[in-house]
């Protein structure tokens, strides 16, 4: 059985921050990579970041990208998510999401194996 957990999330000021966190428990030493993932309403979920267990390569989406940063705790089964200058457009729910298998590509929210109840991250103008 497999957990994630996210916390982290709130109403913040436009050009503040906020840190994500996402626990996992359970068959953790079988993950290969881990993201990050938003949906906001009205829309369909899309990738913000990845990382990889092994190296600890990371992956952004362009919208974040020089604002967001995706970390990893393997001692902790933890993932952070670090966004400065947010924007009104970066609220959304924020979903931790894990998959078992090396695959190519971490983009595609259908390639994970397992996901998070998610966090609500409101950002106001």
């Known amino acids: 059985q497999v957990q994630l957990v996210e916390s982290g999330g709130g109403l913040v000021q436009a050009g503040g921050s906020l840190r994500l966190s996402c626990a996992a428990s359970g068959r953790t030493f079988s993950f290969q990579a881990m993201g990050w993932f938003r949906q906001a309403p009205g829309k369909e979920r899309e990738f913000v970041a990845a990382?990889?267990?092994?190296?600890?390569?990371?992956y952004y989406a362009d919208p974040v990208k020089g604002r967001f940063t995706i970390s990893g705790d393997n001692a902790k089964n933890t993932v952070y998510l670090q966004m400065n200058s947010l924007k009104p457009e970066d609220t959304a729910v924020y979903y931790c999401?894990?998959?078992?298998?090396?695959?190519?590509?971490?983009?595609?929210?259908?390639?994970?194996?397992?996901w998070g109840q998610g966090t609500q991250v409101t950002v106001s103008s």
């Open positions: 990382i990889r267990r092994s190296g600890g390569y990371t």
């Open positions: 999401a894990a998959v078992n298998n090396y695959i190519y590509t971490l983009y595609p929210a259908e390639l994970y194996d397992y």
